[in-house]
């Protein structure tokens, strides 16, 4: 238990269909992050939220799109995804601070996994 | 596009041999961790290294981070059936919050 919790864990969805996936943690923490693993590329950044604000979109489609309403909750909502977006998808939050390096710990939710038929 | 290169892609094993992992970039970063990732479940933090030249043990691993801010080694002593898993080094950019992953070693230990 790594106190982020990710729904659905699986979740199978045809290329028209929109969902969402959520993200809740239960650590105090004030950045959370979207990340996509899938088989053949290493782990990708997609979205970082800094105190609820968006600090970086890794360029990824507007078929992908985070919110985050507070501190603790993010959602990524699905729509007209493509089979390639079939993937792992990995919540993470950590501590930022207020500046210079960051070494808080990354703490990672154990993923959702997204087929998209 | 900054990248992180890990070396070997895959490490298979027997119980009790030496291994030694390879993480390589272009870029300084402020701080490198290597995670631990097991099926089914999220990347978990092993370490982090943050000053060029540091090392650091936990009990058989051992951790270096390059001197230049660029590169780091993860070594294992007698490797364990338990230590199977993908390892993965993400660099870190000062204040940015942004942690880039590593191409990922994938290490199978035979019993």
């Known amino acids: 238990e790594t106190g982020v919790t990710q729904t659905p864990r699986h979740l199978v969805m045809g290329m028209t269909n929109k969902k969402s996936l959520k993200c809740e943690q239960h650590l105090g923490h004030n950045a959370m992050y979207w990340y996509k693993q899938s088989a053949k590329k290493p782990l990708e950044l997609m979205f970082v939220?800094?105190?609820?604000?968006?600090?970086e979109n890794n360029s990824v489609p507007s078929r992908f799109s985070p919110e985050c309403p507070n501190s603790s909750h993010l959602f990524l909502h699905l729509h007209t995804l493509q089979p390639e977006d079939s993937a792992l998808y990995l919540c993470a939050s950590s501590q930022a601070g207020s500046g210079g390096p960051n070494t808080g710990e990354l703490f990672f939710g154990e993923g959702s996994r997204l087929t998209v038929l | 596009t900054q990248l992180l290169e890990q070396s070997p892609q895959f490490l298979s094993i027997q119980e009790g041999e030496n291994l030694t992992v390879y993480c390589n970039s272009s870029s300084v970063f402020s701080s490198l961790q290597w995670y631990r990732q097991e099926p089914g479940e999220g990347p978990v933090l092993l370490v982090t290294?943050?000053?060029?030249?540091e090392v650091k043990k936990l009990k058989r691993l051992t951790f270096q981070f390059g001197d230049a801010r660029k590169d780091s080694s993860l070594h294992i002593t007698a490797a364990q059936p338990g230590d199977t898993g993908l390892y993965l080094c993400?660099?870190?950019?000062?204040?940015?919050?942004?942690?880039?992953f590593g191409t990922g070693t994938r290490l199978k230990v035979l019993a």
């Open positions: 939220y800094n105190f609820k604000e968006q600090t």
């Open positions: 290294v943050v000053t060029g030249g």
């Open positions: 993400a660099g870190e950019y000062g204040g940015t919050y942004k942690y880039i």
